[in-house]
């Protein structure tokens, strides 16, 4: 696709570029909100440009963990997508923009929370209203509006679950890249999530 879109090298190296950072922006963005339902046809590509942008932000909160079959992928990093960023894979760029994202994140946790805290404690939200939201997942995660506030506090500190030391950065970074592109975690995936794209 890159290739055919953009056949100047120039070109084609910026565009694979920014397709690699974008993917990996959102993808520190997404976990720290809990996006989850991250199918193909949620993650789209810009074709002027290459970026990736992503659409349907239904499944916020750490809201997949809910579902009958949880989503046990902290973002959508499968092989498809690794290939697309060429011959350094995630180990390049991704994990020099993930890591820049997570730490800007960490530096502005009390603005982000704030932020957030609008559409957590929203009475038109979903969270709110869903039946489900009041029972715990099999990963321990009741979604309740104090509970999805201490969570993102948690994640945006590099805490993870059950764990009272927060990692580095780059420990939480690499983390959550083990965690994405476990062929178990992938393989426990809701079949219509093509996890094997």
Request: aromatic letters at 10%.
């Amino acid at each position: 696709w890159f290739i055919q879109q953009f056949p100047n090298p120039s070109a084609w190296f910026s565009a694979r570029l920014r397709y690699t950072r974008s993917c990996a922006v959102m993808s520190m963005v997404g976990t720290i909100l809990g996006l989850g339902d991250r199918h193909g046809e949620n993650v789209n590509l810009e074709e002027g440009s290459g970026g990736v942008f992503h659409v349907d932000f239904n499944c916020l909160f750490d809201k997949g963990l809910t579902f009958a079959k949880p989503e046990r992928v902290p973002f959508r990093l499968t092989h498809n997508m690794v290939a697309a960023m060429g011959i350094y894979g995630y180990e390049g760029p991704f994990r020099k923009s993930s890591e820049l994202t997570l730490s800007i994140l960490r530096q502005q946790e009390e603005t982000l929370v704030t932020i957030l805290e609008a559409f957590i404690y929203d009475p038109t939200l979903d969270l709110q209203k869903d039946k489900r939201a009041a029972k715990r997942s099999e990963f321990g995660v009741k979604l309740q509006p104090q509970s999805v506030v201490d969570s993102i506090k948690r994640k945006v500190k590099g805490l993870l679950p059950n764990e009272s030391i927060p990692l580095s950065v780059e420990g939480q970074v690499e983390e959550l890249i083990k965690q994405a592109v476990n062929p178990r975690n992938l393989a426990a995936m809701y079949i219509g999530w093509c996890p094997f794209l």
